[in-house]
């Protein structure tokens, strides 16, 4: 299971065992130490983890999940002002950033190998998005 700390701007990982969670990690989200973690996604593949963190150094985290579920930062990518929800997409190739104060839900490609992303600089501009869901088929 991992967490996100809004007020720390750390991931916590927990194992889950007979109905009992575990502390194995502590992780901060950002390098920034903003303390203004926001979000947190799982890639349908279980191979990455993300986060979003605001404040200070706007962006996407991105983890690397080993042995046993712990994480491994292996990128970040800056997002525009106040990244708040983001969701990735079914079939995991995109990650849309909702951001709040520069009106716009930025979309990102994602490497499959490496977790990271590049700027598609196709936002979607709407005042004040602050979440993306995407409609089960």
Do not use: W
């Amino acid at each position: 299971a991992y967490l996100m700390n809004e007020l720390s701007g750390k991931v916590i990982v927990y194992s889950y065992s007979d109905g009992k969670l575990k502390e194995l990690q502590s992780i901060a989200a950002d390098n920034a130490n903003a303390r203004g973690g926001a979000d947190i996604h799982v890639s349908p593949d279980g191979m990455f983890v993300y986060t979003s963190t605001r404040l200070k150094g706007d962006g996407i985290t991105i983890f690397r999940v080993g042995n046993k579920g712990t994480l491994t930062r292996v990128g970040a990518q800056l997002t525009g002002k106040h990244p708040r929800n983001f969701a990735i997409t079914p079939n995991g190739n995109f990650l849309l950033v909702a951001c709040r104060d520069d009106n716009s839900i930025q979309v990102y490609s994602r490497d499959k190998d490496t977790g990271l992303l590049k700027n598609t600089h196709q936002d979607i501009v709407l005042s004040h998005p602050v979440c993306v869901k995407f409609y089960p088929e």
